[in-house]
């Protein structure tokens, strides 16, 4: 397991146990994966997405897709998110809330949720709790994604995107099997516009500035568990393994 039998061991089993109750009386699992940019993120939500048939929401995503389009519209109100978004700044709480209702509305009933960096901020967690109630649902447990700067920046100043299929690599530490083409599709991969060294330092100073009240809200509902995203790839995965395999023990009677 990922934690000595601690304060905090103790801590963490309390929460165990309170996310496979939320498992055993939910119609519909609902899950967050937040932490800074470049943090492996949107790779965990790959294999979370398949692993536990979750329909996947990053609200940057979205915010990309749309702002593809609105380019060539070029009115003010889109100039302004996409100006936003190179800056490394939030988009308005109102808007990014609205997008996630639409987006709700068309995702299979049979499917559970997984969303990838929403909420951002303590008003979209409780609109969030809001929306969810309307369908009678509720935050089953929130993945933080723990990094040093340090580590956010070696990261994130080599990620490259797959845009259509939002697949990523790293140029050191995952990289494509031919240089600058996705593995699955061989088409060209780029990197974001906010991924660039001088646009870093400030999504992190934004990130931070939200971050801690966002964490406390989950923390007081029991359903928050960090994770230290300083480890490999391979060792959050098998982390967030654990913890599955001790909410089934318990689920199961077995005791953890």
């Not at 800056?87 to 609205?98: A, Q, R, S």
């Not at 920046?153 to 299929?165: D, T």
Request: hydrophobic content about 35%; charged content about 30%; proline content about 4%.
């Amino acid at each position: 397991m990922f934690i000595q039998k601690s304060d905090k061991y103790y801590e963490l089993i309390s929460k165990i146990r309170n996310y496979a109750n939320r498992v055993a009386k939910s119609q519909r699992l609902i899950y967050i994966i937040t932490g800074y940019p470049g943090v492996g993120k949107g790779t965990h939500v790959q294999w979370l997405s398949k692993d536990l048939n979750l329909f996947p929401i990053s609200t940057g995503d979205i915010i990309r897709r749309k702002i593809k389009k609105l380019k060539e519209q070029s009115s003010s109100f889109e100039l302004q998110i996409i100006d936003k978004m190179n800056k490394g700044e939030y988009i308005t709480d109102d808007l990014v809330i609205k997008m996630v209702e639409d987006e709700l509305k068309n995702i299979p009933g049979s499917l559970g949720i997984l969303f990838d960096g929403f909420p951002r901020t303590l008003n979209q967690a409780k609109a969030l709790t809001e929306l969810l109630r309307k369908y009678n649902l509720e935050v089953t447990l929130v993945f933080f994604l723990k990094a040093s700067k340090e580590t956010v920046k070696r990261r994130i100043c080599g990620r490259l995107i797959h845009e259509p299929s939002g697949r990523t690599y790293h140029k050191i530490t995952r990289p494509p099997k031919v240089t600058g083409l996705d593995d699955v599709t061989h088409e060209p991969l780029s990197q974001r516009s906010d991924d660039k060294p001088e646009i870093v330092d400030q999504r992190i100073k934004v990130f931070n500035e939200t971050v801690t009240d966002v964490l406390s809200y989950y923390d007081n509902l029991n359903i928050l568990i960090t994770l230290n995203a300083d480890e490999e790839y391979n060792e959050v995965r098998a982390d967030i393994e654990d913890l599955f395999y001790l909410a089934n023990r318990y689920k199961s009677h077995d005791g953890i």
